[in-house]
């Protein structure tokens, strides 16, 4: 199989490597002519394009069997609701258009930001609950831009919480002292969301899983056994550890305000392997 992968940050350079492994043709892309030399090590072909960037994509998947769509909008450039409007909409939608339209499967690495807060009821988040928060630009485009790889027989949607654990990723404690550092100690997210999080090879895992057993459709991706403890809790818990100062939680971003249910996948065979890291910080805080 011969695979285009857009977006060779760490998700997509691990994919690579691990698909190669196997025997299949893989090529990446980047945004950045600089980096050609040293990612040529990971993937089989490197091409340098922006995924809204129609005629660059389209000869980029020639002969691919599958593309995996693993870009993310770039924090720097997302500060405002304007700015998220043109980033999110260029980099998310024109990226699943372009690559919809260029082969017959593909596989998005979307987000559980989706479902806003999940809306009223108390019964586990689904693939079916509605969509929500259709006004803010982070969620909005995500929305659209599943849409258009479900537009495709063979398009796979996965949809994911926060990652953590991969190389050069903030720490939860240096995101709280950034909070502190940049934001006055306020954080934009609501205080009772369970914090959803999932560690990167599992993420990596959940594609490889979906291009192996050929799925399509819409698959939440997280542990299915466990509810994490609330954004509070962990927050609070690591600012006592630290010797913060704990959080305000402004509540400007929804997130999902209850479990989220990852049976469907699960069902298909896919487990994730890596436990809540928040988990062992929030019960050691509990201790008398």
């Known amino acids: 199989m011969r695979i285009l992968i857009l977006g060779l940050g760490n998700i997509g350079r691990s994919l690579a490597e691990r ?3 196997q025997g299949h ?4 892309t980047t945004t950045t002519p600089g980096k050609v030399d040293d990612l040529k090590k990971h993937v089989d072909d490197v091409a340098v394009l922006f995924g809204h960037e129609t005629e660059k994509v389209k000869a980029a998947a020639a ?7 693993t870009v993310a909008p770039n924090v720097q450039q997302s500060r405002t609701v304007e700015e998220r409007e043109h980033h999110y909409r260029q980099v998310l939608v024109d990226s699943c258009v372009n690559a919809a339209a ?5 596989v998005f690495a979307s987000s559980f930001s989706v479902y ?3 809306g009223d009821g108390d019964s586990p988040i689904s693939e079916e609950t509605p969509c929500a928060n259709h006004d803010e630009p982070s969620s909005k485009y995500y929305q659209q831009a599943e849409q258009a790889v479900l537009s495709i027989d063979g398009g796979c949607v996965l949809r994911f919480p926060d990652m953590y654990g991969a ?3 903030m720490s939860y404690p240096d995101r709280v002292r950034l909070c502190h550092q940049y934001m006055g100690g306020k954080a934009i997210f609501g205080a009772d969301a369970p914090l959803y ?5 599992d993420v990596v895992s959940a594609i490889e899983h979906a291009l192996t057993h050929e799925l399509s459709g819409i698959y939440n991706v997280c542990d299915n056994d466990n509810l994490p403890y609330t954004n ?3 927050f609070d818990a690591i600012c006592d550890a630290e010797g913060l100062a704990r959080l305000e939680f402004l509540n400007h971003i929804q997130a999902p305000n209850r479990k989220i249910s990852a049976h469907k996948l699960y069902a298909t065979g896919f487990r994730v392997q890596h436990p809540d890291p928040n988990r062992t910080v929030v019960e050691k805080g509990n201790r008398p």
């Open 19 to 21: 698909q190669r492994g």
């Open 25 to 28: 043709s893989v090529v990446g």
């Open 197 to 201: 999080c999932i560690h990167y090879l």
């Open 102 to 106: 260029a082969a017959p499967r593909v």
């Open 232 to 234: 509070q809790q962990v």
């Open 63 to 69: 002969g691919c069997d599958a593309i995996v769509v």
């Open 167 to 169: 190389p050069g990723d």
């Open 116 to 118: 806003g807060d999940g």
